[in-house]
């Protein structure tokens, strides 16, 4: 028998009291409910295993959190309806995370549970129509499509609702199953029912009994074969099982050209037979570790810091400029954690960013890695937590999901490109950052976390300087290659033959061609998709917006639409303006679409391609894009963010920024952080190999200061030139920072709830507090916005005390009816 915490050896001797457990739901619940644990289950459950329950008539997986013998004294809990897994699917130390994320970012549990686990963790609930026996016989007055259900249920006694659907070819079928249900024919019950289903394949193996060369020999002498095909097909079974092991029979029948008849013959003769295996969906390699590259003297001296500094810290920056050789770090030290039978987590901001690094790192590590993020099918997600939960992965590879992963010996975890906004799930809730996320969990875990940038967040570079981190600095190129050269090119003296903004200066064309003459590589950065931004009437001005967003409608060439960029629509092509009838149109700035036509039309013998959302959207297309540019099948990449993340070409030599006013003219509070971090990161793909790298930077405001800090690579000036105006102004890292944001699509009324909602947090926050107030954009997907936002001191007593607040003053306005269908998002550390 299990002896659980809170449960004595000594309740269990005596009489068993009541037992009862703490289950989180997949719900926004303000609290975890509590439910009755029978007598007969008592035996079989455990922490962390899934669990049938029942809320308001409908059936939920949920975790078990807790298991204690305190009844609730304000209800009679229900009992649990079954125990899905016979072991843990969770370990404690997740569920102490997943208590910490939820409190720290002001969420529920069930939020986080449905954040952590995946898809096909969650059992689905489906409805179940049972035949009511108590009925003698059918009654008469049905219509065809309710005869039909009745007959079918009298001879299976149940049905699903995809079942109620094939029997009628119809896709509408609730009006029926409610009619038979208001004529005492059936019932309706839910099931839960397990998503994920073990993927199987049928494998051709050779008889035992002819596993003696002697035997089959005279098997292959003999007459036991009707056809020449036969024989053919049972050789080719034995050249592919020699050669290759294991033989599919998909893949046998297939390389052969056989029948599955001829096939079927071979099995009926008892010479070959099949067997059905669970496979994996994701394949893997031979687990050999072969790292044959020597570290130069900078990284050893790196390398030898930050394990001197996990002695007395469990965080450590690793502050590398562009081309450092931080990944060749991380590669070693990931060997020492493998060797000392550790698991290593490596975590990456974008998907764009893995297919590069899985295929470096499989060369050092081979099948020992899986990777980890949203682009996996629900059951490939499944197979990879089960294979780190039982410690078979040493290494994942992932994106911000993958700290939720149940790792059994977690020793390390690797934040690359730490400063990255990708870390911050901005919804649904909980809204994480999973560079901080991981430093708890490191902690947690006993596991030491590494932190890596070129271009380090402000407030983690504070953290090091401060000494609440370990710092540890990688100041010149591996080889010691140069940093590119930066040339600024002022857009005030650049023109176009209409007097309009240009997108390539003759500078920047120039460079081109000479980099293209030499044989090299160019990447043009524009941090906006599609073909124009905007488009306006010529005769009256008036822009085409969406209907549902305050924003400006973008033009999509490709595609010959208009699409609003914030919740997704799309219009056809306008060729009337709405105001005035007038016919003509002009389309305002540009886009990577636009940006890559013209380049098109400028170099007609360069293979250019583009590289963004919109043409990056399938499982491999990342990988695709990015292995045709290290084969220098493509000459020109243009691009948004995607192409400027720690991705490495050999052979890039020019990077062009055609727009750096619209990245330097942010309303942020982080906007000199974040462009510099942009631009720096963008100049580092070039001359990377051979130090022969050049920036063109085109903008109208060269005074900028950021520019200024780039000329020169200079991170650390900017650092301590943004940290003053942070000082000054009380933004992080020197106050906590929560953003409150109320939603609804009556404008008027979603300003009252933040108004009241400011008035009940006054008491103690007035001065904390700024807002109401709504945002750039007012209103997004129908919901207009209004956001309050609260400036904390570094003082967890008073930050808690907030906390507490906000949780009372969601719970007065949502018992409010006039605001009881208000959306309140909270959103600690927003960026």
């Not at 995370?97 to 963790?121: D, H, K, R, T």
């Not at 099982?241 to 029948?259: D, F, N, R, Y």
């Amino acid at each position: 028998m299990l002896i659980h915490n809170n449960i004595s050896i000594q309740q269990l001797n005596n009489t068993v009291p009541e037992t009862f457990a703490e289950i989180i739901i997949p719900l926004a619940l303000p609290v975890n409910y509590t439910w009755q644990i029978p007598e007969k289950n008592v035996a079989e459950i455990s922490i962390g295993v899934r669990v049938e329950v029942e809320l308001r008539n409908k059936k939920y997986s949920g975790i078990v959190k807790v298991i204690h013998h305190n009844k609730p004294s304000a209800f009679t809990p229900k009992p649990i309806n079954q125990i899905i897994d016979d072991v843990p699917i969770v370990h404690p130390n997740q569920l102490k995370f997943w208590e910490w994320i939820s409190s720290y970012y002001l969420c529920s549990e069930g939020e986080v549970m449905q954040a952590a686990l995946p898809a096909n963790l969650k059992l689905s609930g489906e409805s179940v129509i049972s035949y009511n026996e108590e009925l003698e016989e059918l009654p008469d007055n049905l219509s065809d499509y309710e005869w039909l259900v009745a007959e079918a249920l009298q001879i299976k006694k149940e049905l699903r609702i995809s079942e109620v659907q094939q029997i009628l070819e119809a896709t509408h079928v609730y009006p029926i199953i409610k009619k038979l249900i208001e004529k005492r024919i059936c019932y309706v019950w839910e099931e839960l029912r397990e998503k994920y289903k073990p993927k199987k394949e049928t494998f051709i193996e050779l008889n035992k009994e002819y596993k003696d060369e002697s035997k089959l020999e005279a098997l292959l002498n003999g007459n036991e074969f009707r056809s020449a095909k036969q024989m053919e097909l049972l050789l080719a079974y034995l050249y592919y099982a020699k050669h290759e092991g294991e033989v599919k029979q998909s893949e046998l029948l297939k390389k052969s050209g056989a029948t599955a008849a001829q096939l079927k013959g071979l099995v009926d003769k008892k010479i070959l037979y099949k067997e059905v295996r669970a496979i994996d969906r994701v394949a893997f390699m031979n687990k050999d570790i072969d790292i044959s590259f020597i570290l130069s003297e900078v990284q050893l001296t790196a390398l030898a810091q930050i394990e001197q500094s996990f002695i007395n810290k469990h965080v450590c920056l690793l502050h590398g400029v562009t081309a450092s050789g931080k990944t060749q770090v991380y590669v070693k030290l990931i060997e020492s954690y493998i060797d000392a039978g550790k698991q290593v987590l490596y975590m990456l901001p974008e998907i764009a960013l893995t297919a590069q690094i899985i295929r470096r790192l499989q060369l050092y590590f081979g099948g020992n890695i899986g990777i980890y993020h949203s682009k996996f099918n629900s059951n490939e997600r499944v197979e990879i937590w089960q294979k780190v939960k039982t410690g078979e992965l040493k290494i994942v590879l992932g994106a911000r999901s993958s700290i939720f992963l149940p790792f059994k010996d977690l020793g390390l975890i690797i934040v690359d490109e730490e400063h990255d906004t990708s870390y911050k799930q901005v919804d649904p809730a909980p809204r994480y950052n999973a560079r901080d996320a991981a430093i708890y969990y490191g902690n947690l875990c006993g596991a030491k976390v590494l932190l890596g940038s070129a271009t380090p967040s402000i407030e983690s570079y504070y953290n090091a300087t401060n000494d609440k981190f370990g710092l540890v600095t990688l100041s010149e190129r591996y080889g010691n290659v140069n940093l590119p050269v930066i040339e600024i090119i002022d857009l005030k003296k650049v023109y176009s033959a209409n007097n309009v903004k240009t997108a390539l200066s003759p500078a920047m064309i120039e460079a081109i061609q000479q980099t293209l003459t030499d044989k090299k590589q160019v990447i043009v950065f524009q941090n906006r998709r599609g073909y124009s931004p905007y488009v306006l009437c010529k005769s009256c001005g008036w822009i085409p917006h969406c209907n549902h967003c305050d924003v400006t409608l973008t033009y999509h060439k490709s595609k010959n639409q208009l699409n609003c960029h914030y919740c997704g629509a799309t219009y056809p092509n306008l060729h009337t303006c709405a105001a005035c009838g007038n016919h003509e149109f002009v389309q305002k700035n540009f886009g990577t679409e636009k940006l890559e036509e013209m380049i098109c039309e400028q170099f007609p013998d360069a293979k250019v391609s583009r590289m963004d959302y919109d043409t990056v959207k399938g499982k491999h297309d990342h990988d695709t894009l990015i292995k045709q540019f290290e084969q220098q099948k493509i000459d020109i990449l243009v691009g948004t963010q995607m192409v400027v993340k720690g991705l490495d070409f050999e052979h890039v030599n020019l990077v062009g920024i055609v727009d750096a006013d619209g990245i330097l003219n942010f309303t942020d509070f982080r906007v000199n952080e974040r462009s510099f971090q942009l631009m720096e990161q963008v100049s580092g793909r070039a001359g990377r190999k051979d130090g022969i790298g050049k920036v063109m930077i085109q903008v109208s405001n060269i005074h900028h200061p950021i520019l200024h800090f780039l000329l020169t690579h200079d991170y650390v000036k900017m650092f301590e030139y943004d940290l003053e105006g942070r000082k000054v102004h009380h933004y992080p890292p020197f106050t906590r920072l929560i953003k409150i944001t109320m939603k609804h699509k009556n404008n008027g009324l979603a300003q009252e709830a933040a108004t009241h909602f400011k008035e009940g947090l006054d008491k103690y926050f007035r001065a904390n507090i700024s807002g109401p107030a709504q945002p750039v954009i007012e209103r997004i997907r129908n919901q207009y916005i209004w956001d309050l936002l609260i400036k904390l001191p570094k003082d967890n007593t008073t930050v808690n005390h907030c906390k507490k607040m906000i949780h009372e003053q969601i719970a007065l306005l949502k018992s409010n009816q006039f605001y009881r269908n208000v959306n309140i998002h909270i959103d600690v550390d927003p960026i």
